[in-house]
């Protein structure tokens, strides 16, 4: 048994067998070739393999996400049958005498550089979908070697690292954890671990050993630790600690249909954050009495083209229906800093978090923003919807916000859509929405405090970087002297405040929260029925403010 620790990011117990994720493109290498046929055999083979692979992915977009979004897949389709494409790989494996893999990365490279350079934007728009055909058949010439990237039932998928976009692709329904060797406790793929309620591991101190693959593993996302080929010992270690959690969850349980209220009888909200529809199935068997944060962002991350409106009125709709009379707040796109997708064409920055990201995206690229919001608009007539912007630091910025939402609005009223009642909101995440939050307040219906970034800001550290985990704190007095001040500006001006970064779902704090007269505490699903618990145990007039500011 051989034993690896990092960081917990997510409690629970899972047992499985190791699946090593290997990004495929940095693994290529040029090999010199000796028996030229059977490469392009291999090629073709791959290829084949792709095409199937598209016909399916084609046909179960259509049936659960409606034709538009398989005509992605169609154009794939035809684009993998492109005779000028096939003789380019062709070509360089037999002059060149090389592997099927890096003829298919070069050519790819290629004509993604071609197509990305023309005038005509179709064309330009097909440079990614290139890239994603050349992915896919190295991907499956990666396979036909070593059957790698093939999930078990049970999969804990050992990476060097995972970013937003990889995690959001995985395959839920066979992925039990996630054991990275970088990577913080405050990444977007650490929260998504949390949203998902997969125990998790970052910052492991193990190695990509393919002897690994196919290991049964136990991971224990409360210490951080892996047991890799695990003695019968631990195996009932850990089978005792599992009971030990089903029964805690089962005792939580109890609180379902319960009201979130203090001891002394002061009410909350107690919200889920969300980053998928599909994550709405366990908000409801949690009992969250709503959406607090639903990360538009991911609908972008999971995509190889911009979403159309369709498609997130479609999304939105679905969410609304489901969530019933109960709030959803969508933030608008959260894109940037280390959540990317190819097509965006991001720039890549020294300083990515303080970058081209969220609203800024959003107002110097309008149409996004006018895509995003009119769905959401759309949406709102079917439910209970609330929009909330990322990242603002000044008035200048709600403003210019306000006037696009209003002509949204009108060009839709305009076009005789019908429109529910939407709250606008604001994310408090920066020190300088902060210290203006008494004149944000006049500008919006509500506020939410997002402590992730705010942390990152207010302390300089940056959230994404694991050596700096030990300095991330956000009990740190100016962080929760802050959250106060958000709290009494935003009950001065009447509007509510509410939390949906991480913090809010950490029990030490909820009692200083309350004390504060927090109005809303958004947190992943699967930690709704500890808060609440926790809410349930406050006497707010007990709890001493000194001690922590
Ligand atoms: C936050 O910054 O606290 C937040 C909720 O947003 P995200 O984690 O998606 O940046
Ligand atoms: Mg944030």
């Given at each position: 048994m051989?034993?690896?620790?990092?960081?917990?990011?997510c409690?629970?117990i899972a047992i499985g067998?190791?699946k090593?994720l290997?990004?495929?493109?940095?693994?290529?290498?040029?090999?010199?070739?000796?028996?030229?046929?059977k490469?392009?055999?291999?090629?073709h083979?791959a290829?084949?393999?792709a095409?199937?692979q598209?016909?399916?992915l084609?046909?179960?977009?259509?049936?659960?996400l409606g034709?538009?979004?398989a005509?992605i897949?169609?154009?794939?389709?035809?684009?993998?049958?492109?005779?000028?494409?096939?003789?380019?790989?062709?070509?360089?494996i037999?002059?060149?005498e090389?592997n099927?893999?890096?003829?298919?990365?070069?050519?790819?490279?290629?004509?993604?550089?071609?197509?990305?350079s023309?005038?005509?934007?179709?064309m330009?728009?097909?440079?990614?979908?290139?890239?994603?055909?050349?992915?896919r058949?190295?991907?499956?010439?990666l396979?036909?070697?070593?059957?790698?990237?093939?999930?078990?039932?049970?999969?804990?998928?050992?990476a060097?690292?995972?970013v937003?976009?990889?995690?959001?692709?995985?395959d839920?329904d066979?992925?039990?954890s996630?054991v990275?060797?970088?990577?913080?406790?405050n990444?977007?793929?650490?929260i998504?671990?949390?949203?998902?309620?997969?125990?998790?591991i970052?910052?492991?101190?193990?190695?990509m050993?393919?002897?690994?693959d196919?290991?049964?593993a136990?991971?224990?996302?409360?210490?951080?630790?892996?047991?890799?080929?695990?003695?019968s010992?631990?195996?009932e270690k850990?089978?005792t600690?599992?009971?030990?959690?089903?029964?805690?969850?089962?005792?939580?349980?109890t609180?379902?249909g319960k009201e979130n209220i203090?001891?002394?009888?002061?009410?909350?909200?107690l919200?889920?954050n969300?980053?998928?529809?599909?994550d709405?199935a366990?908000?409801?068997?949690n009992?969250?009495?709503?959406?607090?944060?639903?990360?538009?962002?991911?609908?972008?991350?999971?995509?190889?083209?911009f979403?159309t409106?369709?498609e997130?009125?479609?999304?939105?709709?679905?969410?609304a229906?489901?969530?019933?009379?109960?709030?959803?707040i969508?933030?608008?796109?959260?894109?940037?800093?280390?959540?990317?997708?190819?097509?965006?064409?991001?720039?890549?920055?020294?300083?990515s978090a303080?970058?081209?990201?969220?609203i800024?995206?959003c107002?110097?690229e309008?149409?996004?923003f006018?895509?995003?919001?009119?769905?959401?608009?759309?949406?709102?007539?079917?439910?209970?919807?609330s929009?909330?912007?990322?990242?603002?630091?000044?008035?200048?910025?709600?403003k210019?916000?306000?006037?696009?939402?209003?002509?949204?609005?009108?060009e839709?009223?305009?076009?005789?859509?019908?429109?529910g009642?939407?709250?606008?909101?604001i994310?408090?995440?920066t020190?300088?929405?902060?210290l203006?939050?008494?004149?944000?307040a006049k500008?919006v219906?509500?506020?939410?405090?997002?402590?992730n970034?705010?942390?990152q800001?207010?302390?300089?550290?940056?959230?994404?970087?694991?050596?700096?985990?030990?300095?991330y704190?956000p009990?740190?007095?100016s962080v929760?002297?802050?959250?106060?001040?958000?709290?009494?500006?935003?009950?001065?001006?009447?509007?509510?405040?509410g939390?949906?970064?991480?913090?809010?779902?950490d029990?030490?704090?909820?009692?200083?929260?309350?004390?504060?007269?927090?109005?809303?505490?958004s947190?992943?699903?699967?930690?709704i029925?500890?808060v609440?618990k926790?809410?349930?145990?406050?006497?707010?007039?007990?709890?001493?403010?000194?001690?922590?500011?």
């Open positions: 051989l034993v690896c620790h990092g960081k917990g990011v409690d629970g067998k190791i090593i290997k990004k495929s493109e940095s693994n290529i290498k040029k090999i010199h070739i000796s028996d030229i046929e490469e392009v055999t291999r090629f083979n290829r084949d393999n095409k199937k598209l016909r399916q084609c046909a179960k977009a259509e049936s659960e034709e538009e979004s005509a897949f169609e154009i794939h389709s035809m684009m993998i049958e492109d005779s000028d494409y096939i003789e380019s790989i062709e070509n360089i037999k002059a060149q090389i099927a893999e890096y003829a298919v990365l070069k050519t790819g490279e290629n004509f993604f550089e071609m197509f990305s023309m005038d005509d934007d179709y330009k728009s097909r440079s990614i979908d290139v890239k994603d055909i050349s992915d058949i190295i991907k499956n010439l396979n036909t070697d070593n059957d790698e990237n093939k999930l078990y039932d049970k999969t804990i998928i050992l060097e690292d995972l937003p976009s990889e995690t959001v692709r995985i839920k066979k992925v039990l996630f990275t060797i970088n990577g913080s406790s990444s977007h793929t650490a998504l671990a949390r949203t998902l309620s997969i125990p998790s970052v910052s492991c101190n193990i190695n050993d393919s002897k690994f196919g290991k049964t136990i991971v224990d996302g409360f210490t951080g630790e892996i047991y890799i080929d695990p003695d010992v631990t195996v850990m089978k600690k599992m009971k030990e959690t089903d029964l805690q969850r089962e005792q939580l349980n609180l379902k203090t001891v002394d009888g002061k009410k909350v909200k919200y889920a969300i980053g998928n529809i599909r709405i366990s908000v409801l068997t009992d969250g009495n709503g959406i607090g944060l639903f990360r538009s962002e991911f609908i972008y991350l999971e995509r190889n083209k979403p409106e369709e997130q009125f479609c999304i939105y709709k679905k969410a229906e489901t969530m019933g009379r109960n709030k959803i969508i933030r608008t796109l959260d894109i940037g800093s280390d959540k990317k997708v190819d097509y965006f064409n991001l720039k890549k920055e020294e300083n303080m970058g081209y990201r969220a800024r995206i107002l110097k309008p149409e996004i006018r895509t995003q919001l009119r769905a959401i608009y759309r949406a709102s007539i079917y439910g209970n919807i929009v909330m912007y990322p990242m603002i630091t000044s008035i200048e910025e709600v210019k916000i306000k006037d696009i939402a209003k002509e949204v609005r009108n839709l009223e305009n076009e005789g859509v019908k429109i009642n939407v709250e606008q909101g994310m408090i995440e020190p300088a929405a902060v203006i939050s008494d004149e944000l500008e219906d509500f506020f939410s405090i997002g402590t970034d705010l942390t800001y207010t302390l300089a550290i940056d959230r994404q970087n694991e050596k700096l985990d030990d300095f704190n009990y740190h007095k929760l002297k802050m959250i106060k001040m958000v709290i009494d500006n935003a009950h001065k001006n009447n509007i509510w405040a939390i949906c970064g991480e913090l809010g779902a029990i030490n704090i909820t009692e200083l929260l309350l004390a504060f007269g927090i109005d809303e505490i947190v992943s699903s699967s930690a029925l500890k609440r926790k809410i349930r145990e406050t006497d707010t007039r007990k709890v001493n403010i000194r001690k922590w500011l």
